[in-house]
Protein backbone atom coordinates (compact mmCIF):
# COMPACT_ATOMS: atom_id res chain seq x y z
CA UNK A 1 0.00 0.00 0.00
CA UNK A 2 2.64 2.01 1.06
CA UNK A 3 4.75 1.72 -2.34
CA UNK A 4 0.81 2.83 -4.35
CA UNK A 5 1.01 5.66 -2.37
CA UNK A 6 4.43 6.72 -3.17
CA UNK A 7 3.52 6.05 -7.31
CA UNK A 8 0.40 8.50 -6.98
CA UNK A 9 2.85 11.05 -5.80
CA UNK A 10 5.14 10.29 -7.94
CA UNK A 11 2.75 10.71 -10.53
CA UNK A 12 1.27 13.66 -9.26
CA UNK A 13 4.23 15.48 -9.55
CA UNK A 14 5.21 14.51 -12.80
CA UNK A 15 1.95 15.13 -14.20
CA UNK A 16 1.92 18.61 -16.43
CA UNK A 17 0.21 21.04 -13.97
CA UNK A 18 -1.41 22.92 -16.88
CA UNK A 19 -3.28 19.60 -17.57
CA UNK A 20 -5.05 20.49 -14.61
CA UNK A 21 -5.75 23.90 -15.70
CA UNK A 22 -7.43 22.77 -19.13
CA UNK A 23 -10.49 21.35 -16.71
CA UNK A 24 -12.75 23.85 -15.25
CA UNK A 25 -11.06 26.82 -17.24
CA UNK A 26 -13.32 30.07 -18.10
CA UNK A 27 -11.71 31.93 -20.65
CA UNK A 28 -13.05 29.98 -23.84
CA UNK A 29 -15.80 27.06 -23.99
CA UNK A 30 -15.88 24.22 -26.04
CA UNK A 31 -18.76 25.00 -28.44
CA UNK A 32 -20.51 21.40 -30.29
CA UNK A 33 -18.11 21.73 -33.08
CA UNK A 34 -15.05 21.60 -30.92
CA UNK A 35 -14.33 25.17 -31.33
CA UNK A 36 -13.68 27.48 -28.85
CA UNK A 37 -15.45 31.24 -28.39
CA UNK A 38 -14.05 34.03 -27.10
CA UNK A 39 -15.60 35.79 -24.05
CA UNK A 40 -16.67 39.04 -25.09
CA UNK A 41 -14.51 41.93 -24.61
CA UNK A 42 -13.68 43.90 -21.16
CA UNK A 43 -15.71 47.62 -21.68
CA UNK A 44 -12.84 49.40 -20.58
CA UNK A 45 -10.62 47.96 -23.06
CA UNK A 46 -12.99 48.49 -25.96
CA UNK A 47 -13.22 51.97 -24.29
CA UNK A 48 -9.16 52.21 -24.46
CA UNK A 49 -9.30 50.80 -27.65
CA UNK A 50 -11.77 53.58 -28.95
CA UNK A 51 -9.84 56.45 -27.38
CA UNK A 52 -6.41 55.46 -29.21
CA UNK A 53 -8.47 55.55 -32.50
CA UNK A 54 -9.72 58.65 -32.02
CA UNK A 55 -6.85 60.02 -31.08
CA UNK A 56 -5.10 63.04 -33.38
CA UNK A 57 -2.13 62.15 -34.74
CA UNK A 58 1.16 64.97 -34.65
CA UNK A 59 -0.18 66.14 -38.46
CA UNK A 60 -3.63 66.43 -37.36
CA UNK A 61 -2.36 68.19 -33.81
CA UNK A 62 -0.33 71.02 -36.38
CA UNK A 63 -3.73 71.31 -38.59
CA UNK A 64 -5.81 71.42 -35.87
CA UNK A 65 -4.23 74.18 -34.47
CA UNK A 66 -3.75 76.01 -37.57
CA UNK A 67 -7.58 75.94 -38.44
CA UNK A 68 -8.69 77.11 -35.04
CA UNK A 69 -5.92 79.86 -35.27
CA UNK A 70 -7.55 80.97 -38.57
CA UNK A 71 -11.35 80.76 -37.10
CA UNK A 72 -10.36 82.99 -34.40
CA UNK A 73 -8.46 85.62 -36.77
CA UNK A 74 -11.92 85.57 -38.86
CA UNK A 75 -13.53 85.84 -35.19
CA UNK A 76 -11.73 89.48 -34.43
CA UNK A 77 -12.16 90.66 -37.70
CA UNK A 78 -15.80 90.29 -37.38
CA UNK A 79 -16.00 91.63 -34.04
CA UNK A 80 -13.63 94.77 -35.45
CA UNK A 81 -15.96 95.50 -38.62
CA UNK A 82 -18.65 95.63 -35.91
CA UNK A 83 -17.16 98.06 -34.46
CA UNK A 84 -16.61 100.85 -36.31
CA UNK A 85 -18.84 103.64 -36.52
CA UNK A 86 -21.24 104.36 -38.55
CA UNK A 87 -19.13 107.25 -40.53
CA UNK A 88 -17.08 104.69 -41.59
CA UNK A 89 -19.74 104.25 -44.26
CA UNK A 90 -18.09 104.33 -48.20
CA UNK A 91 -14.47 104.61 -46.52
CA UNK A 92 -11.53 102.36 -47.80
CA UNK A 93 -11.70 101.26 -44.25
CA UNK A 94 -14.83 99.43 -44.05
CA UNK A 95 -14.18 98.09 -47.52
CA UNK A 96 -10.77 96.25 -46.39
CA UNK A 97 -12.05 95.15 -43.01
CA UNK A 98 -14.51 93.69 -45.26
CA UNK A 99 -12.29 92.32 -47.61
CA UNK A 100 -9.97 91.04 -44.95
CA UNK A 101 -12.86 89.26 -43.05
CA UNK A 102 -14.11 87.53 -45.97
CA UNK A 103 -10.33 86.33 -46.74
CA UNK A 104 -9.87 84.72 -43.16
CA UNK A 105 -13.34 82.96 -42.95
CA UNK A 106 -12.51 81.55 -47.02
CA UNK A 107 -8.86 80.38 -44.78
CA UNK A 108 -10.91 79.03 -41.82
CA UNK A 109 -13.33 76.65 -44.16
CA UNK A 110 -10.40 75.90 -46.43
CA UNK A 111 -8.36 75.05 -43.01
CA UNK A 112 -11.44 72.81 -41.51
CA UNK A 113 -11.75 71.04 -44.69
CA UNK A 114 -8.19 70.23 -44.55
CA UNK A 115 -8.52 68.67 -40.75
CA UNK A 116 -11.52 66.94 -41.22
CA UNK A 117 -9.69 64.94 -44.90
CA UNK A 118 -6.97 64.37 -42.71
CA UNK A 119 -9.20 61.61 -40.54
CA UNK A 120 -8.14 57.85 -40.75
CA UNK A 121 -11.12 55.75 -41.50
CA UNK A 122 -11.67 54.68 -37.74
CA UNK A 123 -11.78 58.62 -36.75
CA UNK A 124 -14.24 58.69 -39.49
CA UNK A 125 -16.36 55.93 -37.98
CA UNK A 126 -16.15 56.74 -34.05
CA UNK A 127 -16.01 60.48 -34.71
CA UNK A 128 -18.89 61.07 -36.80
CA UNK A 129 -21.70 62.43 -35.05
CA UNK A 130 -19.07 65.10 -34.06
CA UNK A 131 -17.59 65.76 -37.60
CA UNK A 132 -20.75 65.71 -39.38
CA UNK A 133 -21.59 69.22 -36.44
CA UNK A 134 -18.69 70.82 -37.42
CA UNK A 135 -19.24 70.47 -41.14
CA UNK A 136 -22.78 71.84 -40.56
CA UNK A 137 -21.40 74.83 -38.51
CA UNK A 138 -19.36 75.42 -41.78
CA UNK A 139 -21.94 75.58 -43.78
CA UNK A 140 -23.49 78.29 -41.34
CA UNK A 141 -20.31 80.52 -42.00
CA UNK A 142 -20.26 79.79 -45.75
CA UNK A 143 -24.01 81.07 -45.74
CA UNK A 144 -22.92 84.60 -43.81
CA UNK A 145 -19.51 84.83 -45.47
CA UNK A 146 -22.07 84.43 -49.30
CA UNK A 147 -23.90 87.32 -47.62
CA UNK A 148 -21.07 89.29 -47.31
CA UNK A 149 -19.85 88.54 -50.35
CA UNK A 150 -22.64 89.84 -52.39
CA UNK A 151 -22.62 93.46 -50.02
CA UNK A 152 -19.32 93.59 -51.05
CA UNK A 153 -20.36 93.47 -54.67
CA UNK A 154 -22.42 96.88 -54.73
CA UNK A 155 -21.12 99.66 -55.60
CA UNK A 156 -21.63 101.41 -52.25
CA UNK A 157 -21.64 99.65 -49.26
CA UNK A 158 -24.55 100.36 -46.28
CA UNK A 159 -22.57 100.09 -43.29
CA UNK A 160 -25.26 99.03 -41.19
CA UNK A 161 -26.38 95.86 -43.27
CA UNK A 162 -22.48 95.13 -43.13
CA UNK A 163 -22.01 95.62 -39.68
CA UNK A 164 -25.73 93.18 -38.80
CA UNK A 165 -23.78 90.45 -41.66
CA UNK A 166 -20.74 90.59 -39.85
CA UNK A 167 -22.66 89.91 -36.28
CA UNK A 168 -24.25 86.87 -37.81
CA UNK A 169 -20.96 85.76 -39.53
CA UNK A 170 -19.42 86.22 -35.98
CA UNK A 171 -22.20 84.06 -34.48
CA UNK A 172 -21.62 81.41 -36.64
CA UNK A 173 -18.17 81.43 -36.22
CA UNK A 174 -18.52 81.47 -32.74
CA UNK A 175 -20.53 78.07 -33.28
CA UNK A 176 -17.63 76.86 -35.99
CA UNK A 177 -15.10 77.13 -32.86
CA UNK A 178 -16.96 75.48 -30.23
CA UNK A 179 -17.45 72.36 -32.35
CA UNK A 180 -13.94 72.71 -33.78
CA UNK A 181 -12.94 72.44 -29.54
CA UNK A 182 -15.05 69.73 -28.90
CA UNK A 183 -13.92 67.37 -31.82
CA UNK A 184 -10.19 68.46 -30.88
CA UNK A 185 -10.93 67.40 -27.01
CA UNK A 186 -12.70 64.07 -28.27
CA UNK A 187 -9.35 63.20 -30.07
CA UNK A 188 -7.10 64.48 -27.62
CA UNK A 189 -5.60 67.48 -28.66
CA UNK A 190 -3.30 68.93 -26.27
CA UNK A 191 -3.83 72.38 -24.97
CA UNK A 192 -0.70 74.61 -27.07
Given at each position: ????????A???????????????????????????T?????P????????????????Q??????????????????????????????S?D???????????????????R?????FS????A?????????T???A???????????Q??????????????????????????????????????P??
Amino acid sequence: MRHSASIIAVLILLFPLNVWGQHGGRHASSGTNGGTTAQPEDPDAATFKRAVAEQATDGQIAQFRLMTKSTEAARKQSLDLQHLNSNAAGSEDLSGKANGLQDSVEKALADTRIFLQSFSDSQEANLKNLARKLTKSGAAVNKSAKGLSQQLQQQTLNSGRLIRTAEGLEKALVELQSDQLNLGKEMAVPSP
